[in-house]
C-alpha cells in the first residue's frame, strides 16, 4: 500500500518551557503527513474535492502511543502508510522516528463524506475508484 514520509524540524514553538513537543503538534505532523501521502497518491485534498464531488476526508477514529518524547531542534520523520481500505474509509499508520527511534506510533481513520440532498446532511461517500487504486499502490 501507499506511504510516504514528512520530515520535521521541531521548532522552539513546538515545545514546552521544558523544549519536549506539546502532544497536540503531533497530530498537526499526522494531517500533514496524510497532505503528502494524497500528493504522493497523486490526489492533493483541492482536487479530491473538485474532481470528485466529496467535502473531504475527515478523522474518525485515532489511537496514539507515545513511546518516547521529542525536544526542540530534533529532526524526526512522519512515516504515513495505508494499511487498510474500506467501503467509504481508509486506515493509516503514523510513525515518527527520532533518529533509528521510535518515538510516536498513531492508528487513524479518515472517512470519504459528501453532503447527500435527500438526508439534508454529510454522509459517507464510497472512495472514488482511481483514488482507491491508487492508495492500495505499492510505491
Known sequence: MLSSRFVVHIGWGDCDPQGIVYNPNYFDWFDRS?????????FTIRKILRDFGIDGLPLVETKVKFHSPCFYDDEIVVVTEVVKLHRCAFDLHHRILNGEKLAVEAFETRVCTAFDPEAGRVKAHPLPEIFATRLAADD
Open 34 to 42: 496524510v497532505h503528502a501521502l494524497l500528493g504522493k497518491s497523486g
